[in-house]
């Protein structure tokens, strides 16, 4: 298999904005308990993706292929459309599917325009898969 390049995958961004994924992605409840370097990775290879108003960012029930951060804008989670509660800005969303593999738990529309800050899927795998090779190399 061919490494997985950082340097291909990594989406350059303000140091504010590092600051503001970092802080989002720390006090989600799942994603807190990783280690510190594959945060700042995952906040490395986040890119930006927008949404207009009404516009599905997650549809309850599908496969996930990205997890998200909400940098403006305001979205709404919703199960069998019933509204749950609405998600401000630098929170994290959608790391439920992408951390334990199951299809989408909610769906989640943006209310008016939103931009995120998206992590594909294959870059998270390739992030967790790199510190457990780091960790076998020392031993
Ligand atoms: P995921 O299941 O990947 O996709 C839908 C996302 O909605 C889910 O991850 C969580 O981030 C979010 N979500 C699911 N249920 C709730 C809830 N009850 N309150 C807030 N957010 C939720």
Same mark, same amino acid.
């Given at each position: 298999?061919?490494?997985?390049?950082?340097?291909?995958?990594?989406?350059?961004?303000?140091?504010?904005?590092?600051?503001?994924?970092?802080?989002?992605?720390?006090?989600?409840?799942?994603?807190?308990?990783?280690?510190?370097?594959?945060?700042?990775?995952?906040?490395?290879?986040?890119?930006?993706?927008?949404?207009?108003?009404?516009?599905?960012?997650?549809?309850?029930?599908?496969?996930?292929?990205?997890?998200?951060?909400?940098?403006?804008?305001?979205?709404?989670?919703?199960?069998? %459309? =019933?509204?749950? @509660?609405?998600?401000?800005?630098?929170? !994290? &969303?959608?790391?439920?599917?992408?951390?334990?593999?199951? $299809? +989408?738990?909610?769906?989640?529309?943006?209310? %008016? =325009?939103?931009? @995120?800050?998206?992590?594909?899927?294959? !870059? &998270?795998?390739?992030?967790?898969?790199?510190?457990?090779? $780091? +960790?076998?190399?020392?031993?």
């Amino acid at each position: 298999l061919p490494k997985f390049s950082f340097e291909k995958a990594r989406v350059p961004k303000d140091a504010s904005v590092k600051k503001q994924l970092t802080d989002a992605l720390n006090k989600n409840q799942y994603l807190k308990r990783l280690e510190l370097q594959q945060i700042k990775d995952m906040v490395e290879c986040m890119y930006e993706c927008t949404y207009q108003q009404g516009e599905y960012v997650i549809k309850q029930g599908e496969p996930g292929n990205h997890l998200f951060v909400l940098a403006d804008g305001k979205l709404e989670v919703f199960q069998q %459309n =019933k509204l749950l @509660t609405s998600i401000t800005v630098w929170t !994290a &969303f959608g790391e439920l599917a992408i951390l334990y593999n199951c $299809t +989408r738990t909610a769906s989640v529309r943006a209310v %008016n =325009k939103v931009m @995120t800050w998206a992590l594909d899927r294959e !870059a &998270f795998q390739n992030i967790m898969r790199r510190t457990a090779e $780091t +960790r076998h190399e020392q031993y």
